[in-house]
């Protein structure tokens, strides 16, 4: 969970360990508060995981804000209800992010997407909702997490919830994460002040008080030599380290928070990690390395989240720029498994599947002796996998394409020969098999479902199924009371976990 709540900073362009300050700040707010040891328990969670759905707002984010890492930072020390600071701020965003694209439609559209955003902010509290379940939270704790973009006044997204409707454990992160985010961009005086001032409106006045009664004591809970240890000295009691079917539970779920970054990447990390499976079963692996491969195909591109969506939708060729961002996603997934040593094994394996043989991958341009076959099999399986799936610039290769190019990174000594014939091989007995299509639906709203998840509009689903747009929307409306969700990004994680993404020849 804390390297979950590192995934989030990457993905909201904050400086790491942001979450676990916030973390801190709350358990030393909540024992100010007195809370019972069963909420102090859920502000521990709540902390880590409160924008455990992020990622399925960027593609909003870039179309109205531009690149969402660059205003994330910037609007998130702000009360977004009050326009004397939103404007100013917004009017500089867009003049930076769009500049020639004449500010005041820039402006005109981003007011008018405020429905849109409405939406969007659903979407994010559903699919935060339905990650934390796979995680093994209970509905108590899904509940806060869904309740966390709310505010006291009512003026919070969704603004289904306000006032006493948030529980205490909501009252306290939002007000500690407040506390950290204005504390970051001024100092204490400053931080205290804005906070009095938000006193009923964006906090909770029991949780402002609470700090403003001690505040010196609770901002020095961050002052510590490693605010990872001291998060993990602070975790619940009760819990011990995760059996292996939650720990792999946890590793899909984090998948999935990556791949809803883009549409273009929805089912990738979940595909990969079955591929790479198979081919190093294929190749006779020991068990203990099939499982390694696994959970590192799970968690191979969680790094992605800290380069903006506007990088991966782009159709066009990468800026210099551009690429090496996109050469950082790597690192940014070694770095957020650095610990602890369980976790650090496997993201040091999961940040080798851009190495190449001819030492020409990234991050670390390792020689062919620094990879192991495990590392090998890796990005064998994660290239061959990333050209069966839609990309901006291109669409998806047939897999007899696919292995033929596969084939052609092997003679150039790219690629590992074994390794990507295992992977090729392990590709086309997955094609045999017959999935069930389980998960409640009809074929063919499988197959709405499909489209839709990778973007897909009402008309276009209508007119590559040759169906009326008006049936097209039935179905999905159908789908999403059946998947017990109301937004499409919410029916597209139900898709990833019930595994309806590929086709099944069958
Ligand atoms: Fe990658």
């Known amino acids: 969970m804390v390297a979950m709540a590192l995934a989030t900073d990457i993905g909201l362009g904050a400086p790491l360990e942001s979450g676990l300050r916030i973390c801190l700040l709350s358990m030393r707010l909540a024992e ?35 690149d969402e890492l660059v205003a994330s930072p910037r609007l998130a020390p702000l009360d977004l209800a009050d326009p004397r600071q939103f404007l100013p701020v917004a009017v500089r965003l867009l003049r930076e992010q769009f500049p020639g694209a004449g500010f005041p439609p820039a402006l005109v559209r981003m007011i008018a997407s405020a429905k849109g955003m409405k939406e969007s902010a659903a979407a994010m509290c559903e699919v935060a909702q339905m990650l934390a379940e796979r995680m093994g939270f209970d509905g108590v704790l899904q509940r806060d997490i869904t309740a966390f973009p709310e505010r006291w006044d009512g003026k ?52 402002v008080d609470a700090f403003l009664r001690r505040p010196r004591d609770i901002l020095s809970a961050t002052e510590v030599p490693s605010v990872w240890d001291a998060v993990i000295e602070a975790s619940p009691s009760d819990e011990g380290p995760l059996e292996d079917d939650r720990l792999d539970n946890s590793l899909r779920a984090m998948a999935d928070f990556a791949d809803l970054k883009s549409k273009y ?53 990468l800026s210099l720029d551009e690429w090496e961002r996109v050469r950082m996603h790597s690192y940014y997934t070694d770095r957020i498994l650095s610990r602890p040593e369980a976790l650090r094994r496997m993201g040091a394996l999961a940040s080798t599947h851009h190495e190449r043989l001819d030492a020409s991958g990234y991050f670390r341009s390792l020689p062919a002796h620094q990879q192991p076959a495990t590392s090998r099999v890796l990005a064998a399986a994660d290239t061959f996998h990333a050209m069966t799936e839609p990309r901006p610039h291109r669409p998806a290769m047939a897999p007899e394409l696919a292995a033929g190019e596969l084939r052609r990174d092997v003679e150039a000594g790219r690629l590992d ?24 639906l009809t074929a063919r709203e499988v197959e709405v479902l499909r489209l839709a998840a990778r973007g897909a509009s009402i008309r276009e689903i209508a007119r ?41 020849p069958g």
């Open 265 to 317: 990447l929805v089912g990738h990390s979940r595909g990969v990690a079955r591929l790479g499976a198979d081919a190093a079963r294929t190749l006779g692996m020991p068990e203990d390395d099939v499982a390694a491969v696994y959970r590192a195909g799970l968690v191979h591109d969680l790094g992605r989240v800290g380069v903006s969506t506007s990088v991966w939708a782009k159709t066009g060729p």
């Open 156 to 207: 919070g997204t969704p603004g289904r919830a306000r006032g006493e409707d948030l529980s205490p454990p909501v009252r306290v992160v939002q007000l500690a994460e407040g506390v950290a985010l204005l504390h970051r961009v001024g100092d204490e005086e400053s931080a205290m002040a804005a906070v009095r001032a938000r006193r009923g409106r964006m906090y909770a006045p029991d949780a």
């Open 464 to 504: 590559t199924l040759v169906i009326a747009p008006k049936t097209a929307d039935a179905h999905l409306q159908h789908i999403y009371s059946k998947a017990g969700v109301s937004t499409r990004a919410a029916a597209t994680l139900f898709a990833m976990q019930h595994d309806l993404l590929e086709p099944s």
């Open 417 to 440: 020969s074994d390794a990507s014939e295992a992977a090729v091989e392990a590709a086309g007995q997955r094609g045999r098999r017959t999935r069930p299509q389980g998960a409640g």
């Open 32 to 66: 100010a508060m007195d809370l019972p040891e069963g909420e102090r328990r859920r502000v521990y969670y709540l902390a880590l995981l409160r924008h455990i759905g992020c990622t399925v707002r960027s593609e909003d984010m870039v179309r109205l804000v531009g």
